[in-house]
């Protein structure tokens, strides 16, 4: 029903910069909240940044002052602009959205297959 396509990540030295995208489409009557999760290697999967609807946001405390999440309602696409990247950031990263459909009254999460982001040098 609802498929999110994320794109952008890839390898870049520490200090760098990335710019994930994350399209949503299908039957979709609105998305309220969009955001940003990752997952490193035998860890839990962390919230980076959300946006909603209305353009508040929220950051996890690693990230904030070097991210910047975005949103583009009218193409129900969410970015992250990641600068000053560090080896920690490493990991594969998730987007994610809170849709209703047009056959629902309901909200449901929807998730994309993953982006890996690599900082090494």
């Known amino acids: 029903q609802v498929q999110l396509v994320e794109s952008g990540g890839g390898l870049v030295q520490p200090g760098g910069s990335l710019r994930l995208s994350c399209a949503a489409s299908?039957?979709?009557?609105?998305?309220?909240?969009m955001g940003w999760y990752r997952q490193a290697p035998g860890k839990q999967r962390e919230l980076v940044a959300a946006?909603?609807?209305?353009?508040?946001?929220n950051y996890a405390d690693s990230v904030k002052g070097r991210f910047t999440i975005s949103r583009d309602n009218a193409k129900n696409t969410v970015y992250l602009q990641m600068n000053s990247l560090k080896p920690e950031d490493t990991a594969v990263y998730y987007c994610?959205?809170?849709?209703?459909?047009?056959?629902?009254?309901?909200?449901?999460?929807?998730w994309g297959q993953g982006t890996q982001v690599t900082v090494s040098s």
């Open positions: 994610n959205a809170d849709v209703r459909t047009t056959d629902s009254i309901w909200n449901l999460d929807y």
């Open positions: 299908g039957n979709i009557f609105s998305i309220y909240a």
């Open positions: 946006i909603t609807s209305g353009g508040s946001t």
